[in-house]
């Protein structure tokens, strides 16, 4: 895991990236006046340079990552600067790889280059935009149900900078681009259909190792002896262990009455000994800090953490002194009326193992990838690759879900809102196969082409 790569420092903004564009820019437009002279057609370089120039002054500071302050740890976060972050860079070559794969037989289905990136740069768009929204949907009370103002609550809807992106939604902003693009163009949906669907299962293959990256779509804690992965302290998998009081040596599970006080993010203050609880402990592990702080099954409790960004720092440096090993301390209310510390010091370095999921998800894209690669030859209609994509990739998906950890059951039941989704997809994809096999167009291979 390693979600941030380096960092931009703020000063950059406002400085040598600012003029080294400015510079670039001043560079074109003499290049420009040099071979058209002084004409309309050497000055549309122009607008793009304003824009450019006006994200590096005024956007980018605002997407600027905070984090602890090395020479007050304890006290205030500050700026520091814009995070180049492992999912980022990942996606990005996701949707190079995928895009150039298209390409790579646009000749041979006889396809326009210009028209494939035409619709790879809508798909992605909208796909992007669709993944966000799908996030925000299923998360909806981290956005909307808090007490930020309304500016900051859009400001962190549109920030993706440390994840945050659905697949499902990504194909259904996808989908929903290709079909309008297909309508205004009249281009044919199953012949290009078939045409982008190994690209987009190479770009999820790339995505899912960028999930690795950001430590998010983990899996459950892997107790065989099988390929298992471990996560460092205040990653996703390891706050939500400590959540959970796993890592503290309970097993618990999730009341249904809500939690009348609770914790926010980043904050020290300890809350009053709240009347409902969220846990209760079905067993504790011996010789576990559970059991030396005294807790018994059948007990409710509350789980306070520390701040993540604080935990991670402070477990990396090795260095806590006595007082803040205190005041970043894990605190387990009792519903005997106890309130528990865990120094910082005593959890453990890194989290329990879990099932390596986004490897998992990784590979199965690319076998999927290979697939449709090659079943696009011996294919009988237009359209049967990308039907075969629906089919294949949620059935493998529902499958990840079961050894999946970072989402909840819905509609009362322990599928999760992406298996529920998979089940209409697996629908939908068999419908279109048969659609397409009894009413498509016989499908057309140019092996030689000229």
Known sequence: MQQTLFS????????????????????????NVWCHGWKQKAF???????????????????????????????????????????????????????????????????????????????MILCGIAGARTFFVIQNRDQFFGTDLPTGQALLNIVDMTKGGLVVYGSLIGAMLAAVVFFRL?????????????????????????GCLMNGCCFGSVCSAELPAIQFPPGSPPYMRQLEEGQLLGLKTVKNESPVTNESKSGSNERPPVP??????????????????????????????LPDSLRLRHFKSEDNLSTGVDQELAVIVDTDEGNRLSVPLSSLPGRSLRVHPTQIYSAVTAALLCATLWFFWPVRSADGEVFALMLILYPIARFLHEIIRRDEAGQFGTELTISQWVSLAAVLLGFLLFGWFRTHGKVAQVNANPE
């Open 44 to 122: 549309g370089f122009l607008p793009m340079l304003g824009i450019v120039a006006a994200i590096i002054w005024f956007v980018l500071p605002a997407v600027e990552v905070s984090g602890v302050n090395p020479n007050d740890p304890l006290g205030p976060y500050v700026k520091q600067g814009l995070a180049i972050r492992g999912y980022g860079l990942f996606m990005v070559l996701g949707i190079a790889t995928g895009t150039l794969l298209v390409l790579l037989r646009c000749r041979q289905a006889n396809t326009d280059p210009d028209q494939i990136l035409t619709l790879a740069f809508w």
């Open 8 to 31: 931009i420092p703020h000063s950059w903004f406002e400085g040598p990236l600012l003029a080294a564009w400015l510079l670039i820019g001043i560079g074109v437009l003499a290049y």
């Open 185 to 209: 163009t009249r281009q044919p949906f199953g012949r290009l259909g078939d045409l982008i669907a190994p690209g987009m299962a190479l770009g999820l293959a790339f995505g899912r190792l």
């Open 275 to 304: 009347r409902d609880f969220q846990l209760t402990v079905q067993s504790v592990k011996p010789n576990s800090i559970a059991s030396s702080l005294g807790i018994e099954p059948e007990q409710r409790v509350n789980i306070y």
